[in-house]
Antibody, heavy 119, light 107 residues
Framework: QVQLQESGPGLVKPSETLSLTCTVS????????WSWIRQSPGKGLEWIGY???????NYNPSLKSRVTISVDTSSYQFSLNLRSVTAADTAVYYC?????????????WGQGTLVTVSS | DIQMMQSPFSLSAFVGDRVTVTCRAS??????LSWYQQKPGKAPKLLIY???SLQSGVPSRFSGSGSGTDFTLTISSLQPEDCATYYC?????????FGQGTKLEIK
């Protein structure tokens, strides 16, 4: 059974870059899309973007200018970089397996990691 | 972006009740709709995909229906462990968007 685990700093200073990694275990990273989603009290659940193992990406236009998602298939990891953060980027960040290719939804999620933007 | 609007915002029901949550999309999304259950401090869990397909391992008391713009999540006989917040999500077009959530409580 696939498992996902987010890792990265829990505190980021304003104007800096938020960097998170999701480690996938129990399944091939090459058969699915992999998404990042965040959840804040003010905005609910917000899809950030996804990546395919080939490196193909799709980002939410609201964040596109600040986001980069990358994948390292050899390490079974994919990563999120969000630049120039502000307090509005404070949220719980989730990684998830996106089974759209199989007609399904976001069918496996990491436990989530809280990132606070504060000086 | 496609807006997803859920109703009600919250509801309270007795164990054994039949419960219905609705989700309306701002434009047609065919059947590209998923439902998730989220308990406090936990990640969302996929319940229903493609509007009406039950995710493996999810109890059969959960069901989904609808197409186009109007969708429904039904719990046929509410159980205490169903106390959670439920979200709909469209995958018809990018960006994916979620409803604001429906908080379900047990009376």
């Amino acid at each position: 059974q696939v498992q996902l685990q987010e890792s990265g700093p829990g505190l980021v200073k304003p104007s800096e870059t938020l960097s998170l990694t999701c480690t996938v275990s129990g399944d091939s990273i090459s058969r699915y899309y992999w998404s990042w989603i965040r959840q804040s009290p003010g905005k609910g659940l917000e899809w950030i973007g996804y990546i395919y193992y080939s490196g193909s990406t799709n980002y939410n236009p609201s964040l596109k200018s600040r986001v980069t998602i990358s994948v390292d298939t050899s390490s079974y990891q994919f990563s999120l970089n969000l630049r120039s953060v502000t307090a509005a980027d404070t949220a719980v960040y989730y990684c998830a397996r996106d089974s759209r290719f199989y007609g399904s939804g976001l069918d496996s999620w990491g436990q989530g990691t809280l990132v606070t933007v504060s000086s | 972006d496609i807006q997803m609007m859920q109703s009600p915002f919250s509801l309270s029901a007795f164990v054994g009740d039949r419960v219905t949550v609705t989700c309306r999309a701002s434009q047609t999304i065919s059947t590209d709709l998923s439902w998730y259950q989220q308990k406090p401090g936990k990640a969302p869990k996929l319940l229903i995909y493609a509007a009406s397909s039950l995710q493996s391992g999810v109890p059969s008391r959960f069901s989904g229906s609808g197409s186009g713009t109007d969708f429904t999540l039904t719990i046929s006989s509410l159980q205490p462990e169903d106390c959670a917040t439920y979200y709909c999500q469209q995958s018809y077009s990018f960006p994916y968007t979620f409803g604001q959530g429906t908080k379900l409580e047990i009376k």
